[in-house]
């Protein structure tokens, strides 16, 4: 079993619509959770980070962290054409926040 | 803008040739990663460095090596490049008391 899983999709949705992205995982100890946005032929980018529970939001961006469950998710609002990339998720534990684990990344295409 | 640079975006190769894929930040990162990304696989890591002239495998570390003798520049080598050695190529780097990795736009390298 993956310490992290993804839906790889593709998610297809149209211009305007919420989309909401989930990673979930099996270690109870990470603590530190991230989300990058990557475009074709280019490098991830680091899009939201946060630490421990709760929720976080950066504009059209919502990162949510349920511990609980060990469910991560990402929502976007009002979704754009240039929304469309893949999302990946990642996180780390305490004290070994250099070693990010990986999701396997969810493609987005969010048409006009 | 901080910036991890590849110094090719495309690579064509041949079978038995030695690679070398050099990367270079400028954000005074201690730490710096190797990781390949495959479709249906995600991102896998194969070596990273705390530290000059420090290296330490990663998952996928055979066929690989690296070199790292200056703080600014992280070089991945294939020893004798093989097909199955096709692939993107990231590297990244971090700061050791944060999470978050800052990646380069990647190399695609084909192994012909």
């Known amino acids: 079993q993956k310490e992290v899983e993804q839906d790889p999709g593709p998610l297809s949705v149209p211009e305007g619509a919420i989309v909401s992205l989930n990673c979930t995982y099996s270690n109870s100890a990470f603590q530190y959770f991230m989300w990058y946005r990557q475009y074709s032929r280019k490098g991830p980018e680091l899009l939201m980070y946060t630490y421990s529970s709760g929720n976080k939001e950066d504009g059209r961006f919502t990162a949510q962290v349920d511990k609980s469950s060990k469910y991560i998710s990402l929502f976007i609002r009002d979704s754009q054409p240039s929304d469309s990339a893949t999302y990946l998720c990642?996180?780390?534990?305490?004290?070994?926040?250099?070693?990010?684990?990986f999701g396997t990344g969810t493609r987005l295409q969010v048409f006009p | 803008d901080v910036k991890v640079t590849q110094s090719s975006r495309y690579l064509v190769k041949r079978t038995g040739e030695k690679v070398f894929l050099e990367c270079v930040q400028d954000m005074d990162h201690e730490n710096m990663f190797w990781y390949r990304q495959d479709p249906g696989l995600g991102l896998r890591l194969i070596y990273f460095?705390?530290?000059?002239?420090?290296?330490e495998k990663g998952d996928i570390p055979e066929g690989y090596s690296v070199s790292r003798e200056k703080k600014e520049r992280f070089s991945l080598i294939l020893e004798s490049a093989s097909t199955n050695q096709t692939s993107m190529y990231l590297c990244?780097?971090?700061?050791?008391?944060?999470?978050?990795?800052?990646f380069g736009s990647g190399t695609r390298l084909t192994v012909v």
């Open positions: 990642a996180m780390s534990r305490p004290y070994n926040t250099d070693k990010l684990i």
């Open positions: 990244a780097s971090s700061l050791s008391d944060r999470g978050g990795y800052t």
């Open positions: 460095s705390y530290d000059v002239k420090m290296k």
